[in-house]
């Protein structure tokens, strides 16, 4: 069975299974930094971690911070956890990306931060945020942190510019899931020497060095990962995750949407074996994204465009996280395409506006619904071979809806 997504992971990853990495970290944040043409760049144990601790760290609360409610929740659970309240927009359907249209409406004496996520790859207007955002200082007399959410868009350009570049700080993210990973754990990249060093000594006085037994289990489960994404393991794999509830330990409970919740380690910092795999995946990641870049090309040229599917835009900058077809019948078509052998994604599930959690907000999103009812996503970490398959087997099923 061919994987939804698959960790680009070789040899150097496994055999730093077995080193003591020390001062790796260190050396993680600096290379991170240096290739993400930032001045420095400040680790932590997840994405979400780091997010919150940027929060804490500025004394950032009691405040509203304005995000789309088309992205992963642990974006709005973040803004939650450190006391504040996040202002949920829609988005476009064309890019999944917060419509700016409606944030300046948005916008009030309450509100202190803006969180733009690139998602699925697509890069967001980066210049008519800063001008939004500069407006509304002028007109509330303070500062409005722009955050960028890279999670899904390491390397993604505006007008050629990174556009983790272009605010005040870029939150990253390398569980396995993401384009390059380091295990699990998160990262902050700064343009600012000050901010940033505000942001690491608060994080130092905050954050305990993980225990011994924590830095076995992840080696553990990154030689668990390597096992059940080969190939003739991965249908077993799949197997395990959809009809039993034995991996539920392993891929729900530390994300489990709809409860605002944080896993337990979430104030350990990076373990130094986290950040020996994420310098490797690092030295790695321009082929990544080319191989994204090309598949997702491949796809646009080679899918027969099925009237009644919604394709996704190849555009200037993008890097593609997920290759999304928005579709009528969701379940039934991730349901029939595997029984043929290739596991399609649904990224994202849910439109965090309409989420149990935070639906008191009364923040009406209907694109963001529409989409997490409607999108499946197409494997980009693939062969030549695998995505000639996936381009036949999609064609031969969206020609049985003409
Ligand atoms: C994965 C992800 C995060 C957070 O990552 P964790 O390391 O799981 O906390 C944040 N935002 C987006 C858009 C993501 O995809």
Redesign the pocket.
């Known amino acids: 069975m061919i994987p939804k997504f698959k960790p680009k992971l070789g040899w150097p990853e496994f055999f730093a299974l077995f080193k003591r990495n020390r001062g790796a970290v260190q050396k993680f944040e600096n290379e991170f930094a240096k290739s993400f043409q930032s001045i420095d760049a400040v680790s932590f144990s ?4 780091a997010q919150w601790a940027f929060f804490k760290a500025l004394g950032i609360e009691n405040s509203e911070v304005i995000m789309p409610a088309y ?2 929740s ?2 709005a659970h973040a803004v939650t956890l450190s006391n504040n309240t996040p202002c949920f927009v829609d988005i476009n359907k064309e890019d999944f990306n917060m419509n700016l249209e409606l944030v300046p409406a948005l916008i009030n004496e309450r509100t202190r931060a803006i969180i733009a ?1 690139h998602t699925f790859g697509y890069p967001q207007d980066v210049d008519r945020i800063k001008q939004i955002v500069k407006e509304a200082e002028l007109v509330y007399g303070h500062k409005i942190w722009i955050i960028q ?1 890279c ?2 868009c390491f390397g993604a350009e505006w007008n050629g510019k990174l556009v983790g570049t272009q605010g005040d700080v870029a ?1 990253y ?3 396995i899931s ?1 384009l390059m990973t380091s295990i ?1 754990g ?1 990262m902050l990249t700064f343009q600012n020497k000050e901010l940033a060093e505000k942001v690491r000594v608060w994080r130092d006085s905050n954050y305990q060095k993980p225990k011994i037994l924590k830095s076995i289990k992840r080696r553990l489960y990154l030689v668990a990962i390597y096992i059940a994404f080969k190939k003739y393991v991965y249908g077993f794999t799949w197997w395990l995750q959809e009809k039993t509830s034995l991996l539920n330990k392993f891929t729900k409970s530390f ?1 489990l949407d709809d409860k605002i919740h944080f896993p337990p380690d979430y104030l350990d910092k990076m373990l130094d074996v986290e950040a020996a795999v994420g310098i490797i995946q690092l030295s790695k990641y321009s082929a990544i994204v080319e191989l994204r870049k090309f598949n997702a090309n491949y796809y646009n040229d080679n899918l027969s465009k099925n009237p009644g599917w919604v394709y996704p835009d190849i555009r200037e900058g993008a890097t593609y996280s997920h290759y999304t077809i928005i579709v009528p019948n969701k379940s039934k078509i991730i349901k029939e395409i595997a029984e043929k052998g290739i596991h399609l994604g649904e990224l994202i599930q849910y439109s965090i506006s309409n989420l149990h959690s935070y639906i008191h907000l009364n923040n009406n999103t209907p694109i963001s619904l529409f989409c997490s009812h409607n999108v499946i996503n197409l494997p980009l970490t693939v062969s030549q071979k695998e995505v000639e398959k996936i381009v036949s087997v999609v064609n031969d099923y969206s020609k049985l809806f003409e």
């Open positions: 997840y994405g979400r971690s992205t992963c642990v974006v996520t959410d999670c899904h939150v993210a390398f569980n993401k699990f998160g994300h």
